[in-house]
């Protein structure tokens, strides 16, 4: 996968399992959603570290760091452009600083 399709298919999974999240908290004896739910938070957690691997941390506060703090090397400026294009402008001129 191309870094904006796994970043693309990290948001929807990420969007998945908010959704779940909420749906359990007035559901939580779901035992098939429950499934789905875990299901998705695995593929999310596979895809999020194939992503660092091949391009550096995603977080600042949930990444690894090997030998430095290599936050500051991967630049917000691949995702601001990954939210313009996915998102659209207004988007990104909200999450803007």
């Given at each position: ?6 970043l ?23 035992k ?37 703090f ?26 803007s600083?």
């Open positions: 996968m191309s870094r904006d399709q796994l693309n298919k990290l948001t929807t999974l990420d969007f998945m399992s908010v959704d779940l999240h909420l749906y359990l908290d007035t559901h939580p004896k779901d098939e959603a429950i499934e789905t739910y875990n299901n998705i938070v695995r593929e999310a957690d596979c895809l999020r570290m194939e992503y660092e691997k091949l391009y550096g941390p995603l977080y600042s506060f949930r990444s690894f760091s090997k030998s430095q290599h936050w500051i090397d991967n630049t917000m400026h691949t995702k601001r452009n990954f939210i313009h294009r996915t998102y659209g402008a207004a988007v990104h001129r909200l999450l600083i």
